[in-house]
Each structure stands twice: as structure tokens, then as C-alpha cells.
């Protein structure tokens, strides 16, 4: 089975050779370890924190950067039962959520502020696999179609 905590370099070069100047939604797909894995010497390792814990602060350490480009949860929810796709035991995701951003840039600006790359340690130290997926915004309601 294949873990994915950052992107691989095609993945983020195809990313980054997208428009910037437009709206996105970032799927999230969450999924905790049991125990937080931070590197040794880290303010937090041997803590004894959760995956879910560590997860919490790295929202606590990164919601004022994320809330300065602009970005803003519009939607969260707790995962409950695979209906298509892989056998639940194979994917079982604890969290999603969707993260809008005003355009590319502010997720860029983001990710590259010097708090932000303090912050994202608790991301790694939290997740044992997760899934980021860039969607051009649509129109809501309605019909599938």
C-alpha cells in the first residue's frame, strides 16, 4: 500500500502549471495515526499525542497564515462508510474537508510562509496517509448535471 503525506514532484509541478489567478477547492482526505510520529528533538515528540491531537495543532499553528491568503473551510465532515471504491478496510478515511482559496497564489503564499513551514511539522507527525485534490470551484445546488 502506498502512504502519501506530501506531494510528489509531478504531482506538484502539475499544480503549479495551473492558473493562479482563479478560485480552487482543496479536498482533503484525512487519516490519523494512532500515535503523532514527530521527529526526534521536536518540541512535541515523545508527547504522547494522538494523530487526531497533532492534526489539531497543526490547525491551531496554521489557521492564522491560512486565514491571512484568504482560505476558508466550506466544508468538513467525518468519514463513515466507503460507498464506491475500495474495500472499507483498505481506505477508511477519519476526516475530509474542502479548503477554498481566493486563487492559487494565496495556497502558494501560504505554503511558503516560514510559520507555515514551522506549523506543517504537525501535519506529517499526524497523518498516516491523506489525499490533496485541486478542484476549479462550480456552481452548488440543483441537479447532478
Do not use: C
Not at 511539522?121 to 496517509?129: F, I, K, P, Y
Request: aromatic share 14%; no cysteine; net charge negative.
Amino acid at each position: 500500500m502506498t502512504i502519501y503525506i506530501d506531494p510528489s514532484p509531478a504531482n506538484f509541478q502539475a499544480f503549479k502549471d495551473l492558473p493562479r489567478d482563479e478560485p480552487i477547492h482543496m479536498l482533503n482526505l484525512l487519516r490519523y495515526r494512532d500515535l503523532a510520529d514527530y521527529p526526534e528533538g521536536h518540541e512535541h515528540h515523545g508527547n504522547g499525542w494522538t494523530g487526531r491531537q497533532a492534526y489539531e495543532e497543526y490547525g491551531k499553528t496554521s489557521g492564522p497564515i491560512f486565514r491571512r491568503v484568504g482560505g476558508e473551510i466550506v466544508w468538513r465532515g467525518a468519514f463513515q462508510t466507503m460507498v464506491t471504491g475500495p474495500e472499507p478496510d483498505d481506505k477508511v478515511w477519519h476526516d475530509g474537508f474542502v479548503a477554498q482559496y481566493p486563487n492559487a497564489g494565496a495556497f502558494f503564499e501560504m505554503i511558503k510562509d516560514p510559520d507555515y513551514q514551522i506549523a506543517v511539522v504537525n501535519r506529517s507527525a499526524a497523518l498516516t496517509d491523506s489525499r490533496l485534490m485541486r478542484f476549479a470551484p462550480g456552481e452548488a445546488g440543483g441537479a447532478f448535471g
